[in-house]
């Protein structure tokens, strides 16, 4: 339950942080290290489990699992209480899309002004 809850939230999150113009790439990027580190897993628990036996080999495992939590509370996250949002300043400068590509541009709210009213040279 806490992975399918935890997933909605990086999804949410990823969603409205990222630019859309980004938004692909950085969840194909995402999804493509998470079932990379779950390959790579897989074949280190075979070898593992090949070379000292199943038994140890959970225990190998398990062990440095059960004490992940401490990454969480030694870290910044763990004063955070809101998620930081996507600044419209950023996607934009002076009113003009960085992307160059006016059909492209992220922030462009206006098709005749080429300006997001939320950038500053809006």
């Known amino acids: 339950m806490g992975v399918a809850v935890g997933n909605v939230v990086v999804g949410a999150f990823r969603q409205s942080y990222c630019p859309t113009y980004l ?59 809101e998620l930081p949002t996507a600044q419209a300043r950023d996607l934009c400068m002076e009113g003009e899309c960085r992307v160059g590509d006016r059909d492209r541009c992220p922030v462009r709210r206006s098709v005749d002004a080429g300006r997001d009213p939320l950038c500053r040279g809006g």
């Open 23 to 81: 938004l692909g790439r950085v969840s194909s990027a995402a999804m493509a290290t998470n079932q990379g580190a779950i390959a790579i897993g897989s074949a280190l628990g075979g070898v593992l489990g090949s070379v000292i036996g199943i038994r140890p080999t959970m225990w190998v495992m398990t062990v440095p699992l059960a004490f992940t939590w401490l990454l969480l509370v030694f870290s910044p996250v763990a004063k955070t209480r």
